[in-house]
């Protein structure tokens, strides 16, 4: 089956280090996203990228990083120096506009996301 | 002021009951407006997607856009205990160098009770 695979589904992590959440998709889709979802606050844009090589900062970037190294690989690391780190971190992938023309909805396919606690 | 308000509930409704969901928004260049749904720690997932003004419907399901007001709805007919979960809006403008970016609402959570 298609989708998108994140993990680890929880994770506890001490301050001051740094954690990477894996994510995969087997959707061949070029263009991938994080967000970050917060009671009350909605989904943010972390980071997203449109091609393989290529990404960049969303509207909550600060205290992450990305890289795309492949395709289907978009990791994300929550690094130290992110304040609040501990949410439920969503990857999504679609269609990049950038192959499109006419109709484009641009529907964001989701995986099931990564719980991160700070203790 | 946040780009896109939505209440979030909780909304809680018997079953058989017509569920009015909505969102506003402040920015008048939005076109396309989306409507996910997300179950308990699940991702959410596309319910419902309307271009410019108008209204879509989807089986029980209706999406209503009223760009003069900046105001968009959903509803949901014979609501059923499986439609219980989390309804967040989503829009966005005319593709820029940014690409495909939504702002979402903040989701309202709905219970359907036996």
């Known amino acids: 089956d298609g989708g998108i695979t994140q993990s680890p589904k929880y994770l506890f992590r001490k301050e001051g280090q740094n954690v990477t959440l894996s994510c995969e998709q087997n959707?061949?889709?070029?263009?991938m996203y994080w967000y970050r979802q917060d009671p009350g606050q909605g989904l943010r844009l972390i980071y997203y990228s449109q091609i393989v090589n290529d990404f960049q900062k969303g509207d909550i970037a600060e205290g992450y990083s990305v890289s795309r190294e492949k395709k289907e690989s978009f990791p994300l690391t929550v690094t130290s120096a992110q304040k609040n780190p501990t949410a439920f971190y969503l990857c999504a992938s679609s269609i990049s506009y950038l192959w499109t023309s006419g109709d484009y909805t641009g529907e964001l396919f989701f995986g099931e996301g990564s719980r991160l606690t700070v203790l | 002021q946040k780009e896109v308000e939505q209440d979030p509930g909780p909304l809680s409704v018997p079953e058989g009951a017509i569920v009015s969901l909505n969102c506003t928004y402040s920015?008048?260049?939005?076109?396309?407006f989306m409507w996910y749904r997300q179950y308990s720690r699940k991702g959410p997932e596309l319910l419902m997607y309307t271009y410019s003004s108008g209204n879509k419907e989807d089986g029980r399901f209706t999406a209503q856009v009223d760009k003069s007001s900046k105001y968009i709805s959903l509803f949901i007919r014979d609501s059923q205990p499986s439609d219980s979960a989390t309804y967040l809006c989503?829009?966005?403008?005319?593709?820029?160098?940014?690409?495909?970016?939504?702002?979402f609402g903040t989701g309202t959570q709905l219970k359907v009770e036996l």
């Open positions: 959707l061949n889709h070029d263009a």
């Open positions: 920015n008048s260049a939005f076109q396309y």
């Open positions: 989503a829009m966005k403008g005319i593709l820029t160098g940014g690409g495909n970016k939504l702002t």
